[in-house]
């Protein structure tokens, strides 16, 4: 096991949860309530990853975040330093591929909570912040805990977005399913074949515990 790969693996699925958690917990919200007729462009928008292969959203974002492109200018501007393979900018194609596997759970969990219910507590003069931290977040739970699980357990998987924007730097974006890449260009399929067992084992878990969790909300 690739010990190094592993933690900075562990690191760009937290910093990618965290920030999916965030800023996706909003925008599904305001998904789920909003009657905005353009709001399916957004929606497109959201679930794009799903369809799109990795290495696609993987290259425009690495023309848009090099030196030349407005948003690498801008950061370089701001920070100094640069996106492309680096840990922040795999980082940020992490987020931007996962993006459906949090909000979609968000708002589709936010959409469950019964609408009577939340007019009850503004009938009784609570304010809407105070309705949502009250009776709305508590209710869409579930599903926020859920997508935040899914979120977590593909961005240990990711891998075309990572090599395609951070490309293989040992301890910098080298993750787990670059290392399983390198072990197989390498014909190490042992030490491949270990990382990989893994990882299928950690995805079967984590599915396995969401729908048994699922099935015991459902039944309660």
């Known amino acids: 096991m690739d010990w190094t790969a592993l933690w900075l693996t562990l690191q760009v699925a937290g910093c990618t949860t965290g920030v999916l958690s965030v800023f996706g917990i909003p925008l599904a919200y305001w998904l789920a309530r909003s009657r905005w007729r353009g709001k399916f462009l957004i929606e497109a928008c959201v679930a794009l990853p799903l369809i799109l292969p990795p290495a696609v959203l993987g290259f425009y974002l ?9 948003l690498g200018r801008g950061f370089y501007n701001l920070t100094g330093g640069t996106l492309p393979f680096s840990f922040p900018g795999i980082v940020v194609g992490s987020v931007l591929c996962n993006l459906p596997f949090a909000v979609r759970p968000f708002a589709a969990s936010f959409a469950g909570v019964d609408p009577r219910l939340i007019e009850a507590s503004w009938c009784l003069g609570v304010s809407k912040p105070q309705t949502f931290w009250r009776v709305t977040l508590p209710l869409a739970w579930p599903g926020i805990l859920a997508g935040v699980v899914l979120t977590f357990a593909h961005a240990v998987g990711e891998f075309g977005v990572i090599l395609m924007l951070g490309g293989n730097i040992a301890g910098v974006t080298r993750t787990l399913s ?42 309660t």
Do not use: C, E, P
């Open 178 to 219: 670059i290392s399983i890449y390198d072990d197989v260009q390498a014909l190490n399929y042992q030490q491949a074949n270990q990382t990989a067992f893994v990882l299928l084992v950690f995805s079967f878990v984590t599915l396995a515990a969401l729908h048994a969790w699922g099935k015991r909300n459902w039944m």
């Open 62 to 70: 690495l023309v848009a975040f090099s030196s030349q492109g407005l």
